[in-house]
């Protein structure tokens, strides 16, 4: 059941955002070497759709970094970008599934799953360390919801790993893809929902100073 009810959001970054963004950056620039290459050892689409993800994390960490010290206009705008940015990762992810469905490749499983479960690690790690920044601004609260989306991508992966193996079918593989597209869909819209707004208070908030001097 939803609360009626929330905290004042913060108007400034909270202590430690700025340190725990590099180091997140960090883990998913690594991870996302590391899962590209196992991706194509094993031709998985969940797998290559998780590294994907991991990349387009560190680019929206390095956005964060970017626009922490400026006003709520920017971060808002910043979070505007990263969660577009997570839709359309969402809609890529349905689009090769559907490739790799018409291609008929079938993944290698142990590869999938040992390299989700490292994945699962890193994220987890990440995800309790944002955790405590997850009620923000729109910006905040972006980063928050990519590191829970990407642990919960993790299991899923590993969950297509066994069934994989177990059927010796893709479709495990498929499914998995086509659920963490949606979730990126869904998250990323959330998150433009948030930012616009963050963007509309802030422009609210600039035009009550200049109409009170």
């Not at 905290?7 to 909270?14: G, I, S």
């Not at 997140?24 to 590209?36: D, K």
């Not at 590993?158 to 059927?167: E, K, P, Y």
Request: one cysteine or more; charged letters at 15%.
């Amino acid at each position: 059941m939803a609360c009626s009810c929330s905290a004042p959001e913060p108007k400034t970054p909270a202590p430690g955002f700025r340190k725990a963004l590099w180091l997140a950056l960090w883990v998913n620039l690594v991870m996302f070497l590391v899962e590209g290459f196992a991706s194509l050892q094993s031709g998985s689409v969940s797998l290559m759709a998780d590294a994907i993800d991991f990349f387009g994390d560190s680019a929206n960490y390095l956005l964060s970094l970017s626009v922490l010290g400026m006003g709520m206009l920017w971060r808002g705008r910043a979070a505007m970008v990263k969660g577009l940015t997570m839709a359309v990762f969402g809609l890529v992810v349905w689009g090769r599934a559907v490739w790799v469905l018409q291609s008929g490749i079938t993944p290698e499983p142990l590869t999938m799953g040992m390299v989700g479960l490292l994945a699962l690690a890193a994220n987890v790690f990440v995800a309790v360390m944002l955790f405590r920044f997850r009620d923000g601004d729109s910006d905040m609260r972006s980063v928050w919801l990519c590191s829970r989306n990407d642990a919960i991508g993790n299991m899923a992966v590993m969950a297509a790993a066994l069934g994989v193996f177990g059927t010796g079918s893709a479709w495990p593989d498929l499914i998995v893809a086509a659920i963490m597209g949606t979730l990126a869909v869904t998250a990323g819209v959330s998150v433009v929902r948030h930012a616009r707004a963050d963007i509309n208070d802030a422009k609210r908030d600039a035009q009550l100073q200049v109409s009170e001097t």
